[in-house]
């Protein structure tokens, strides 16, 4: 299933869209998307069944859409994480997993406003694929015990200001949580619907020009290791987002002078099966 969240910034409703692509109300099955509804078994499958018996209402394909889960515990995030990135940056590859932590309030809906902040001269674009925690998880002793907590993916955009990032001082926390810097959506998938989670294309544009074009396969450590790791460290609960990393072509990559970002640009980015993302950047 697909599930989103439609309407106006803090009010947005949940809905489904169907097989057909067109946008379903589920106010009526379910009162949001969040983490204990993936938890509850019960509730999706009524809103499987409401899909399949066509008894949704039409909404408008005009709606805003918002992020697709409400009330995200924590981010979790995952730095370096391709072969090819860690390549472009010069960084070695890394022996575990670099972690690093975003606020929920840095979410916002998948065509929202991102904003450059006051002093920022390297403002940086990045495609990741986020997992979305369904079950609780603590110890996970294998692979497969790990991927059974994965509720399902959404398409999220790790938004980073290279400077305050790398080049202040202390953790990579004062670059990656700046008002608007993760954009996720547009929808929800279930994991039924993404058999291989490291079979996923991934692409970034900027003004229309390509920048990035990876694939999943690539990742050092893949999402089944990303999760039983992290679960050695965290207990992870329902709600909670990991973004898994970005493929090569950040801007901080590319030659002098490096093409960071501004007002007035544009960034789209999308993962097969997972949908696609439009900001315009303004200043803060």
Known sequence: ????RVGPAGAEAPALLDG??????????????????????????????AAADGSLPRLDAALRVGPPLARIGKIV????NYHDHATETGAA????PIVFMKAPDTVVGPDDTVLVPRG?????????????????LRYAASHEEALAAVAGYALSHDVSEREFQIERGGQWDKGKNCETFNPIGPWFVTADEIPDPQALGLRLWVNGEPKQAGSTADQIFP??????????????????VINTGTPA??????PDPKPYLRAGDVVE?????LGRQRQVLADA
């Not at 072509?249 to 590319?254: I, T, W």
Request: aromatic content about 4%; glycine content about 10%.
């Open 1 to 4: 299933m697909k599930l989103l």
């Open 20 to 49: 057909d692509g067109i946008l379903r109300d589920l106010s009526g099955v379910v009162p949001d998307i969040d983490g204990a509804l993936l938890a509850d078994d019960a509730a999706l499958a009524r809103i499987a069944a």
């Open 77 to 80: 995030c995952i730095g370096l």
């Open 93 to 96: 590859i890394p022996a575990e």
């Open 120 to 136: 920022s001269v390297k403002t940086d674009w990045e495609v990741e694929l986020a997992i979305v925690i369904g079950r609780e």
């Open 223 to 240: 999402v089944a290791e990303v999760v039983r790791y992290l679960s050695q460290f965290m207990a992870l609960y329902p709600g909670d």
């Open 249 to 254: 072509g950040v801007a901080m990559g590319q």
């Open 269 to 273: 980015l999308e993962i097969d099966g």
